[in-house]
């Protein structure tokens, strides 16, 4: 079992930065080899921000790639999203996520998932 909580969200203005963390608690280093973000936007289907693996593998969306950063502090079992040059667009709830397998992220089929935390972008 893993339980994941984020922290980190708020509101801020365009151009504006924000770091959101994630805190794994789990039993298993495989439960959380892969740990990541997505986000979902009022109306929208929820989409893949960046994951990272346990050896330091990323992957970002597109719309975030020079903007986001994803890092991972493993003895913390943490991981943290650094956003930079933040645009209205990127308002939503922010959702961390961890499995096994990066494909499972890429489907967005993740096992495990957190509360969310909600990021506000103004114009």
């Known amino acids: 079992q893993v339980q994941l909580v984020e922290s980190g969200g708020g509101l801020v203005q365009a151009g504006g930065s924000l770091r959101l963390s994630c805190a794994a608690s789990s039993e298993t280093i495989s439960s959380i080899n892969v740990m990541g973000w997505y986000r979902q936007a009022p109306g929208k289907q929820r989409e893949l921000v960046a994951f990272?693996?346990?050896?330091?593998?990323?992957e970002y969306a597109d719309s975030v790639k020079g903007r986001f950063t994803i890092s991972r502090d493993n003895a913390k079992n943490t991981v943290y999203l650094q956003m930079n040059s933040l645009k209205p667009e990127d308002t939503a709830v922010y959702y961390c996520?961890?499995?096994?397998?990066?494909?499972?992220?890429?489907?967005?089929?993740?096992?495990?998932w957190g509360q969310g935390t909600r990021v506000t972008v103004s114009s």
């Open positions: 990272i693996t346990y050896g330091n593998f990323k």
């Open positions: 996520s961890s499995d096994s397998y990066p494909s499972s992220m890429r489907r967005g089929s993740a096992q495990y």
